[in-house]
């Protein structure tokens, strides 16, 4: 037995890789040349399934904002020389014609946003607050890590029925570890939310993008849900109030690059 947890923990250690946009040790059990495959296919069932938004302004709205986020993502990523990370990556940007206030980020870098959103994104600084955020999750390999994490729990569930022998102490583990599990999926899921609001942040500034617009658009959020939600702890998103003031606490570091970006005159209003 010994043996086997000494094997199972050498290979959790060779799994953890460093990713360049978080700089954080990541467990990845999943392999792009794996995934993307798969993320692709079911965005081409996704758009073949639904209609794409006839609005040529804010299709348009869309796939600028999105090039020109990916383009500063790639522009850093050069400069720090880990260009080589973005292998395989296969940008596309589409508006679905689809009244729930959604976006998402396949991995490989498949993006939909539906047109619902677009009247609380407003204006094209709100669409990069919600493509900063998405595309954050793709490059910080957030869904890789949540099916690498399912995979760990899974085998963990297993190591401990094969450790236990005691059949009353097994039923008891058996009931009590989903739970457990579940839980910190969940913590995971948020803590990814915060993470891929404040590097899409940074993201959407380096495009020349005004991040003040971040949290203006989690305030047009909280208006249109009107107050109902599970608790937090039970949610796999942070409550928008959490949000904001990370937000606004993050603006100071990432108002400069606005500016650089942008050319314009430092304004903190």
């Not at 793709?138 to 059949?167: F, I, K, P, T, Y």
Request: aromatic share 8%.
């Amino acid at each position: 037995m010994k043996k086997v947890a000494l094997t199972f923990l050498v290979l959790l250690i060779a799994a953890c890789s460093t990713n360049p946009i978080t700089g954080k040790k990541t467990l990845i059990l999943v392999s792009n040349s794996q995934l993307f495959p798969m993320a692709f296919q079911q965005y081409k069932q996704v758009l073949k399934k639904e209609q794409l938004s006839r609005n040529a302004a804010q299709t348009k709205m869309v796939k600028t904002v999105g090039n020109r986020i990916r383009n500063a993502a790639e522009m850093d990523l050069k400069a720090r020389n880990q260009l080589d990370f973005l292998k395989g990556y296969q940008w596309e940007f589409n508006l679905i014609e689809n009244d729930q206030l959604n976006a998402w980020c396949m991995p490989g870098g498949k993006v939909a946003f539906y047109t619902g959103i677009m009247p609380v994104c407003k204006n094209d600084d709100g669409v990069a607050v919600v493509m900063g955020h998405e595309i954050t999750h793709a490059l910080a390999e957030h869904s890789a890590q949540r099916m690498s994490q399912a995979m760990l729990a899974q085998g963990l569930q297993v190591a401990g029925n094969v450790a236990m022998n005691d059949s009353r102490y097994r039923n008891l583990f058996n009931q009590l570890y989903p739970v457990g599990a579940q839980m910190g999926i969940l913590a995971y899921s948020r803590n990814a939310e915060l993470e891929a609001d404040r590097i899409g942040l940074r993201l959407m500034a380096m495009a020349g993008y005004d991040p003040r617009e971040a949290p203006k658009f989690w305030q047009r959020m909280e208006a249109q849900s009107k107050g109902s939600r599970l608790p937090e702890f039970l949610s796999t998103h942070p409550n928008p109030g959490r949000r904001i003031a990370q937000l606004q606490k993050e603006l100071p570091k990432v108002l400069p690059l606005y500016y650089q970006a942008t050319g314009k005159s430092v304004s903190l209003n």
